[in-house]
């Protein structure tokens, strides 16, 4: 857009040249084209340009919104926090690379003691059984 604009403001599609008490000064930081009717300013410093017309009898200038540096803005401030992100992740990863976790949970921890309780008891149980039958069976007939 900024090349289209220069094009316009150094000849390529103007109208006839700005009479000389018009044109300012090089110290002033920007120059006035002519461009179809009206005039475009530029910001020597900062390459803006603005679309300068007169509305009910004054003058006024309106900046030509540029979208590609919006959009370049916008890609650096999303790269900015991208490296941000990534170092914060690399951060934390670090940090828990050296801590484990615990294989069970709370919960888990819980069910397994109730199952091995469970399981206790069961084979209480079957060699109560077991010790049972041996007496019987070695006992009097």
């Known amino acids: 857009m900024r090349a289209i604009l220069a094009a316009l403001a150094f000849g390529t599609l103007l109208s006839a040249p700005l009479a000389s008490a018009q044109t300012p000064t090089a110290e002033e930081g920007y120059s006035l084209q002519p461009a179809v009717g009206d005039?475009?300013?530029i910001d020597r410093r900062t390459g803006d340009v603005f679309h300068c017309a007169a509305r009910d009898g004054a003058w006024s200038c309106q900046?030509?919104?540029?979208?590609r540096k919006a959009y370049e803005d916008?890609?650096?401030?999303l790269e900015a926090e991208n490296d941000r992100l990534n170092k914060r992740v690399a951060a934390l990863e670090a940090q828990n690379?050296?801590?484990r976790s615990p294989l069970l949970d709370k919960e888990d921890e819980r069910r397994l003691q109730e199952f091995l309780d469970l399981s206790d008891r069961m084979f209480r149980h079957f060699f109560d059984l077991?010790?049972?039958l041996r007496q019987r069976e070695?006992?009097?007939?």
């Not at 900046?63 to 979208?67: F, G, K, M, N, R």
């Not at 916008?74 to 401030?77: F, T």
């Not at 070695?138 to 007939?141: D, H, L």
């Open 39 to 41: 005039y475009l300013k």
């Open 63 to 67: 900046l030509i919104p540029e979208d």
């Open 74 to 77: 916008r890609i650096g401030e």
């Open 97 to 99: 690379k050296n801590v």
């Open 130 to 132: 077991v010790d049972r």
């Open 138 to 141: 070695e006992g009097p007939i």
